[in-house]
C-alpha cells in the first residue's frame, strides 16, 4: 500500500518512512503542495499524512484542493500537525481530513492508526 506524506521537514519525514517501512508500506514523499499533488496524481496513494503548517500553501487549502480536484477526491487525508490548540482538530476535519494524528507522533502508535485509516477506506 501506498502513502503519501506531505511535510516539509525532512526529518519528520525520515520518521514516518522508517517507522511504516518497516511495516510494509511504500512510503511517498512529498516537501511541499504542488509536489505532494504531482506525486498524489502520478502514484495515487491510498492514504495522504498531511502537515497542516506547510510553506506557501498550507496543508488546509492543500487538502480542500484535493478534496475538490476529481482525480484525488478519494484518496483519505490525515492531518498530521503540530496545531494541538482547542479546535484545531475541527478545523483539519472541516477542511476535508479523515482523521487528525498530534505531533509528536506516537512511534508506537503510528502503524496501528495508519492500519485504521486504511480499513476504514474500504
Known amino acids: 500500500m501506498k502513502i503519501l506524506y506531505i511535510e516539509d521537514s525532512p526529518s519528520n519525514r525520515l520518521l514516518v518512512k522508517r517507522i511504516l517501512t518497516a511495516e510494509g508500506y511504500d512510503v511517498l514523499e512529498a516537501g511541499d503542495g504542488s509536489s505532494g499533488i504531482d506525486i498524489a496524481k502520478r502514484e495515487r496513494p491510498g492514504l495522504i499524512l498531511m502537515d497542516m503548517n506547510l510553506p506557501c500553501v498550507?496543508?488546509?487549502?492543500?487538502?480542500?484542493?484535493?478534496?475538490?480536484?476529481?482525480?484525488?477526491?478519494?484518496?483519505?487525508?490525515?492531518?498530521?500537525?503540530?496545531?494541538?490548540?482547542?479546535?484545531?482538530?475541527?478545523?483539519?476535519?472541516?477542511?476535508?481530513?479523515?482523521?487528525?494524528?498530534?505531533?509528536?507522533?506516537?512511534?508506537?502508535?503510528?502503524?496501528?492508526?495508519?492500519?485504521r485509516f486504511l480499513t476504514a477506506k474500504r
Do not use: F, S, W
Open 58 to 115: 498550507d496543508g488546509y487549502a492543500l487538502t480542500q484542493q484535493i478534496c475538490n480536484d476529481p482525480e484525488l477526491a478519494g484518496i483519505p487525508i490525515v492531518a498530521v500537525t503540530a496545531n494541538v490548540m482547542h479546535g484545531d482538530r475541527e478545523k483539519t476535519l472541516e477542511a476535508g481530513c479523515a482523521g487528525y494524528l498530534p505531533k509528536p507522533i506516537d512511534v508506537d502508535e503510528l502503524p496501528a492508526q495508519v492500519a
